[in-house]
Nanobody, 121 residues
Framework: QVQLVESGGGLVQAGGSLRLSCAAS????????MGWYRRAPGKQRELVAG???????NYVDSVKGRFTISRDNAKNTVYLQMNSLKPEDTAVYYC???????????????WGQGTLVTVSS
């Protein structure tokens, strides 16, 4: 099957930066849309940033100008560069990918296990 493995989370002071990575592995024929979501304590999960297979990006308003999503199709990896971090960015960050598995005929939604980002004030 397919797995998504995130890395890059951690503790950072307000104003600092982190770069999250999410690598997909397994019987992958093609990857479509990819995205980063987050769930803050006591809040619902929200889409932070998305990127299509054609590199069209979208962001939630609260991160525009601070976060950048990108992807490396050769490595089946999506990144989230987070700058000017704020305490309210503290959350578990999850990546999601729409994956066409070899031998299958439709894209499946695959989620990573999550990585914790903590921003101290």
């Amino acid at each position: 099957q397919v797995q998504l493995v995130e890395s890059g989370g951690g503790l950072v002071q307000a104003g600092g930066s982190l770069r999250l990575s999410c690598a997909a592995s397994g019987s992958i024929f093609r990857i479509g849309n990819m995205g980063w979501y987050r769930r803050a304590p006591g809040k619902q999960r929200e889409l932070v940033a998305g990127i299509t297979s054609g590199d069209i990006t979208n962001y939630v308003d609260s991160v525009k100008g601070r976060f950048t999503i990108s992807r490396d199709n050769a490595k089946n990896t999506v990144y989230l560069q987070m700058n000017s971090l704020k305490p309210e960015d503290t959350a578990v960050y999850y990546c999601k990918a729409e994956v066409l598995i070899s031998g299958e005929y439709r894209f499946l939604e695959v989620w990573g296990q999550g990585t914790l980002v903590t921003v101290s004030s």
